[in-house]
């Protein structure tokens, strides 16, 4: 993966911007990539998911909402965007684990909200993309490689 945008740090001042900034990083991903989404509740993690997946030409970005029910939901596109929210997995069985890695092998780009779950357990190079919130709708979005 090779991109402008790693490492980053970008100010996003709406939804559509954290969107488009979304969008930017799907033009970069490759089959097999892993995305971590870091960031407390509200802090924009599936609006940015949104956009990796209107991205990757996935599905309508309208039709990305927080899996509330499911762990994961794939949206078939130029590669299939695997969506996880692992808000639920608050401390990971080696059952969770195992299922998780195995689904982490399924064909495609996989992008996980609450991503840092996953922190000491993911053995695979992934991007990072941590957001914290600045002043009103200000997001600050830091996206970064880590092994
Ligand atoms: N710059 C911004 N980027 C993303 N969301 C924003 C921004 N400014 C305000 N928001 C609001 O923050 C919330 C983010 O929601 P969501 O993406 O579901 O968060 P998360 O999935 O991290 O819990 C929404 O209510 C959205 O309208
Ligand atoms: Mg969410």
Known sequence: MTSQLLPSRTVTRSTDETIALGRALAETLRAGDVVLLVGPMGA??????????????????????SPAYDIVHQFPGRETVHHYDL??????????VEWLME?????????L???DRLDGVLRKPHTRVTITAGEGDERIIAIEAAA
């Open 113 to 115: 909200e609450w991503g």
């Open 87 to 96: 808000f639920r997995l608050q401390t990971l069985s080696g059952d969770d």
């Open 103 to 111: 689904s982490l092998m399924e064909p495609g780009v996989h992008v």
């Open 44 to 65: 924009g993690k599936t609006y940015f998911a949104k956009g990796v997946v209107a991205g990757m030409g996935a599905s309508d970005e309208d039709d990305v909402a």
